[in-house]
């Protein structure tokens, strides 16, 4: 059952710490590619839920705001999204749905007052996402539903590779990339970590669905890794990696024999206690 009162969310400076850096122009495709990659399971998970017309919901770190448009269109007439994000140039507000600047880890959130709350690859780079996970469970109303959609990069092992080669360097980059998240606070194995923290948040009925699939050179992912050569370029290369490897681990991805495991993607949903 929807929640009665409109929720109020102080709009605040923005954060700081997060690896992107979201001022960059790339961070648009970034959001793109994501959106390309995710949407289908994330809005499969979401509509399991049953979230539709008169629920309120909160999607935190909202990003390019595919999922809150989504969220939107699902509670319209008389529902309305609330989209957070520290940099929320990307997001557009629309009929139900606005559009807030806010830090999930340090600005005050409404207590009891949305149906859903969700976020995707958010609190895996905030070193205090135990805090914002307390505060989005706090911010439900009984009964309501949170739902964390965040990467396992500890497992994606390359399949198979035009050469034994070009296969290590593509572990390598992966390893270069994830050690720069770790670097900038970022838990690479929060995925697998989420459904743990988020009962001892206080939730109920946990959920955790791992998704995996094989990449190749077409897939959204690859798209994702691809695009990140660019973005995070200056950090990959002082993390070791040259722009001619970075050029190289490219046409690998791109060669039309490339296979990878993604990494794994848990979806996990938990509710506040009745
Ligand atoms: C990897 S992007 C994911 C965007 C979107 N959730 C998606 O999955 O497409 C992470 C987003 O979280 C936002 N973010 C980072 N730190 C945040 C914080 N402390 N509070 C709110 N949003 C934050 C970033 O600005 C960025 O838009």
């Known amino acids: 059952m929807p929640s009665q009162h409109a929720p109020t969310i102080a709009v605040a400076d923005p954060g700081e710490g997060y690896a992107f850096g979201d001022d960059h122009s790339q961070a648009a495709e970034q959001h793109r590619c994501l959106a390309a990659y995710l949407d289908p399971m994330t809005t499969a998970r979401l509509a399991a839920t049953g979230v539709t017309d008169g629920w309120r919901c909160l999607e935190v770190g909202a990003g390019g705001?595919?999922?809150a448009t989504w969220l939107?269109?699902?509670v319209a007439?008389?529902?309305?999204v609330t989209a957070t994000d520290v940099n929320p140039v990307h997001l557009s507000e629309r009929p139900g749905l606005r559009v807030l600047r806010h830090n999930v880890v340090h600005d005050p959130m409404p207590e009891g007052a949305f149906d859903l709350?969700?976020?995707?690859?958010?609190?895996?780079?905030?070193p205090e996402r135990q805090t914002a996970l307390a505060a989005m469970t706090r911010a439900l109303r009984p009964g309501g539903w949170l739902q964390l959609d965040e990467f396992d990069i500890d497992y994606g092992p390359v399949l198979l590779a035009p050469?034994?080669?070009?296969g290590a360097l593509y572990e390598?980059?992966?390893a270069v990339k994830a050690r720069m998240f770790v670097d900038a606070g970022a838990d690479g194995g929060w995925g697998r970590r989420a459904?743990?923290?988020?009962?001892?948040?206080?939730?109920v009925d946990i959920d955790p669905v791992p998704h995996l699939?094989?990449?190749?050179a077409d897939s959204p992912g690859v798209h994702l890794l691809i695009h990140l050569t660019h973005h995070l370029r200056d950090r990959l290369v002082a993390g070791g990696m040259t722009d001619a490897e970075l050029a190289e681990v490219r046409q690998v991805m791109r060669h039309p024999e490339f296979r990878a495991s993604s990494c794994v993607i848990y979806s996990v949903q938990g509710r506040r206690p009745r």
């Open 172 to 174: 390598r980059f992966l």
């Open 117 to 126: 709350v969700h976020a995707r690859l958010v609190l895996r780079h905030l």
């Open 65 to 67: 705001g595919s999922i």
């Open 72 to 74: 939107a269109e699902r």
């Open 77 to 80: 007439p008389t529902g309305e």
């Open 213 to 216: 699939m094989t990449w190749h």
């Open 163 to 166: 050469s034994r080669a070009a």
């Open 195 to 203: 459904a743990t923290a988020m009962r001892e948040s206080g939730l």
